[in-house]
């Protein structure tokens, strides 16, 4: 086996080590799900409203995944790293800590894309959620949403000094894209100034897209141009500012 | 394709420099490291040992100088020296949940002609820390576990920096043999240290850095006899002594007293002068030590600090 194939099934047994990695695949979707389904079941919404939180739901947990992966687990793994000179060991060896970023980045991607499979499955089977109706618009949402999100999480990793700053800055970029993004409350019960700022961060425009496709409608140009330019930014200024020690 | 013999130098460092900003870290330093030598890089903390290690592994970049390191460039032939260099750093850790058997699996899969990573865990006393996250190591088996990382790729040098200022007495001792070990499978060592013991023990040569300066390069016995330190001559009196009775004589050039020991330093004669002028008064010098300059007076002499207190 090449050193980096070697290197990624490392990297993937520590991930699956790690509890709360499993946390955020398997608990925090279905506990997502069960908890509006608990919320929706016994309202006395109209089948219509009803209907609307069939295709949020999903949509929001599945955004939820995607952003805790990127803005909180992977910038503290990375920090980390750097902190306790991990990368820097690895630097001294022939393989460079390049191959360790890009091994911790396809681990999370492929991590959201179990949570993605297992809302869509568990929300379907077990809470009977929608499925996405535009199912091109979708992959290309989740795509387009997974790229701005992990590069804006690099940026964190890039420019935290340390572990704990890597933490504090993923969550203090986390928090206010959970309620400007529409995740606390759906964007059409946010007020309008708030629902605005929303739709130009990766988290709202993320979710939008998504519940735009769940509806069976192409999203709108303007949160796919969003996630493109955040996505294409994040990662330039990421490869320029990390560094490996 | 191995050109080099015995006695070659396989390290080449060449008018080195390196600055910080305005700091000048490492100035105008050279030296060779031959075959299968332990060669000693020592001086005070901050001193620019490191830097000037790490310019020679490639892991960072020198402003003036040239270094060759078997023939090659540390710069441009990085991936090259990378597969024959092993490396341990100071302060680098792994995964705390990564596995010690695991450690040195995958390490050896990134070089192309790898050591045989399970007699490693041997040879180095792993064998029940094998299936142990590096998370549960004492700080000696860490020790251990980089040591033998840093051979997993079948190095023909060997960088060690401060390899055994974690560890308690007992375990630097090992590690000084676990060291000698390696030399003896022909490995070239080069020896990142602030402890003069160490050095005396382990290093064919030594090289000391002042304020990133090459003060001196020399065997140990050479750095003791170039510094050429003076006799001292310790004892406890039998009875309260004026210090003039000492200072008086010719052959004596201090008088030092901590609590009711006195220390006496000074020339070729010191001894008959100070026993003579004692015993004319009587005065019985008790415990009485005569001490040969050491490794350590050379290196105050040479960098003007006191050494790391061992």
Same mark, same amino acid.
């Given at each position: 086996?090449?050193?980096?194939?070697?290197?990624?099934?490392?990297?993937?047994?520590?991930? /699956?080590?790690?509890?709360?990695?499993?946390?955020?695949?398997?608990?925090?979707?279905?506990? /997502?799900?069960?908890?509006?389904?608990?919320?929706?079941?016994?309202?006395?919404?109209?089948?219509?409203?009803?209907?609307?939180?069939?295709?949020?739901?999903?949509?929001?947990?599945?955004?939820?995944? $995607?952003?805790?992966?990127?803005?909180? /687990?992977?910038?503290?793994?990375?920090?980390?790293?750097?902190?306790?000179?991990?990368?820097?060991?690895?630097?001294?060896?022939?393989?460079?800590?390049?191959?360790? $970023? /890009? =091994?911790?980045?396809?681990?999370?991607?492929?991590?959201?894309?179990?949570?993605?499979?297992?809302?869509?499955?568990?929300?379907?089977?077990?809470?009977?959620?929608?499925?996405?109706?535009?199912?091109?618009?979708?992959?290309?949402?989740?795509?387009?949403?997974?790229?701005?999100?992990?590069?804006?999480?690099?940026?964190?990793?890039?420019?935290?000094?340390?572990?704990?700053? =890597?933490?504090?800055?993923?969550?203090?970029?986390?928090?206010?894209?959970?309620?400007?993004?529409?995740?606390?409350?759906?964007?059409?019960?946010?007020?309008?100034?708030?629902?605005?700022?929303?739709?130009?961060?990766?988290?709202?425009?993320?979710?939008?897209?998504?519940?735009?496709? @769940?509806?069976?409608? @192409?999203?709108?140009?303007?949160?796919?141009?969003? $996630?493109? =330019?955040?996505? =294409?930014?994040?990662?330039?200024?990421?490869?320029?500012?990390?560094? @490996?020690? | 394709?191995?050109?080099?013999?015995?006695?070659?130098?396989?390290?080449?460092?060449?008018?080195?420099?390196?600055?910080?900003?305005?700091?000048?870290?490492?100035?105008?330093?050279?030296?060779?490291?031959?075959?299968?030598?332990?060669?000693?890089?020592?001086?005070?903390?901050?001193?620019?040992?490191?830097?000037?290690?790490?310019?020679?592994?490639?892991?960072?970049?020198?402003?003036?100088?040239?270094?060759?390191?078997?023939?090659?460039?540390?710069?441009?032939?990085?991936?090259? #020296?990378?597969?024959?260099?092993?490396?341990?750093?100071?302060?680098?850790?792994?995964?705390?949940?990564?596995?010690?058997?695991?450690?040195?699996?995958?390490?050896?899969?990134?070089? +192309?002609?790898?050591?045989?990573?399970?007699?490693?865990?041997?040879?180095?006393?792993?064998?029940?820390?094998?299936?142990?996250?590096?998370?549960?190591?004492?700080?000696?088996?860490?020790?251990?576990?980089?040591?033998?990382?840093?051979?997993?790729?079948?190095?023909?040098?060997?960088?060690?920096?401060?390899?055994?200022?974690?560890?308690?007495?007992?375990?630097?001792?090992?590690?000084?043999?676990?060291?000698?070990?390696?030399?003896?499978?022909?490995?070239?060592?080069?020896?990142?240290?602030?402890?003069?013991?160490?050095?005396?023990?382990?290093?064919?040569?030594?090289?000391?850095?002042?304020?990133?300066?090459?003060?001196?390069?020399?065997?140990?016995?050479?750095?003791?006899?170039?510094?050429?330190?003076?006799?001292?001559?310790?004892?406890?009196?039998?009875?309260?002594?004026?210090?003039?009775?000492?200072?008086?004589?010719?052959?004596?050039?201090?008088?030092?007293?901590?609590?009711? +020991?006195?220390?006496?330093?000074?020339?070729?004669? #010191?001894?008959?002068?100070?026993?003579?002028? #004692?015993?004319?008064?009587?005065?019985?010098?008790?415990?009485? +030590?005569?001490?040969?300059?050491?490794?350590?007076?050379?290196?105050?002499?040479?960098?003007?600090?006191?050494?790391?207190?061992?």
């Amino acid at each position: 086996m090449t050193g980096r194939s070697q290197l990624t099934l490392v990297e993937t047994k520590l991930f /699956l080590r790690d509890p709360t990695a499993v946390f955020f695949v398997i608990a925090l979707p279905i506990m /997502l799900l069960e908890i509006f389904h608990i919320i929706t079941t016994n309202s006395d919404d109209t089948a219509d409203q009803k209907a609307a939180m069939a295709a949020f739901v999903p949509a929001m947990a599945m955004s939820m995944c $995607l952003t805790m992966l990127s803005l909180n /687990l992977l910038p503290t793994t990375l920090a980390t790293y750097r902190e306790k000179g991990i990368l820097r060991r690895m630097a001294a060896s022939p393989v460079h800590p390049v191959n360790l $970023l /890009l =091994a911790q980045l396809v681990i999370n991607l492929a991590t959201a894309v179990v949570a993605a499979l297992l809302v869509l499955g568990v929300g379907r089977f077990a809470f009977d959620t929608a499925l996405p109706e535009q199912v091109p618009a979708f992959l290309l949402t989740f795509a387009l949403g997974a790229w701005a999100l992990f590069s804006v999480g690099l940026v964190v990793a890039a420019i935290a000094p340390g572990s704990r700053a =890597a933490t504090s800055i993923g969550l203090s970029l986390l928090f206010p894209s959970l309620f400007f993004g529409g995740v606390f409350l759906p964007k059409e019960q946010l007020p309008d100034a708030v629902a605005r700022i929303g739709d130009y961060t990766p988290l709202g425009a993320t979710l939008q897209a998504l519940r735009d496709s @769940w509806e069976g409608q @192409w999203p709108q140009t303007l949160h796919l141009a969003v $996630l493109a =330019a955040v996505g =294409a930014l994040c990662s330039v200024l990421a490869a320029r500012l990390f560094r @490996w020690q | 394709m191995e050109e080099e013999r015995e006695g070659m130098p396989v390290i080449e460092v060449e008018k080195l420099r390196k600055t910080y900003g305005d700091h000048v870290a490492v100035d105008d330093v050279s030296f060779a490291v031959e075959e299968g030598e332990i060669f000693g890089i020592l001086g005070p903390n901050g001193a620019g040992k490191t830097t000037i290690v790490e310019c020679v592994e490639g892991l960072r970049r020198y402003d003036g100088g040239k270094v060759s390191v078997m023939g090659l460039d540390p710069h441009h032939d990085k991936e090259q #020296l990378r597969q024959r260099i092993g490396i341990q750093l100071q302060e680098s850790e792994l995964p705390p949940r990564l596995k010690v058997w695991e450690a040195l699996q995958m390490y050896s899969t990134f070089y +192309r002609d790898p050591a045989d990573w399970r007699s490693l865990i041997t040879d180095w006393g792993l064998e029940k820390k094998r299936d142990s996250r590096f998370g549960q190591l004492s700080g000696g088996q860490k020790q251990r576990l980089s040591i033998a990382l840093a051979l997993v790729g079948n190095p023909r040098i060997a960088v060690f920096d401060e390899l055994t200022t974690a560890l308690d007495p007992r375990a630097r001792r090992e590690t000084w043999e676990l060291i000698e070990r390696v030399r003896a499978q022909g490995v070239t060592v080069l020896l990142v240290t602030h402890f003069m013991e160490e050095a005396e023990r382990l290093c064919d040569r030594i090289a000391v850095i002042r304020d990133g300066q090459l003060a001196a390069l020399d065997t140990p016995a050479g750095l003791i006899a170039a510094a050429e330190s003076e006799q001292r001559l310790r004892f406890t009196p039998s009875v309260p002594l004026d210090d003039s009775l000492l200072t008086a004589l010719p052959e004596v050039t201090s008088v030092t007293r901590a609590n009711a +020991r006195v220390t006496v330093t000074g020339t070729e004669n #010191l001894v008959y002068a100070v026993v003579s002028v #004692l015993s004319r008064h009587g005065i019985v010098p008790g415990e009485l +030590r005569l001490e040969q300059p050491t490794l350590e007076d050379a290196f105050v002499k040479l960098t003007g600090t006191a050494p790391a207190a061992n």
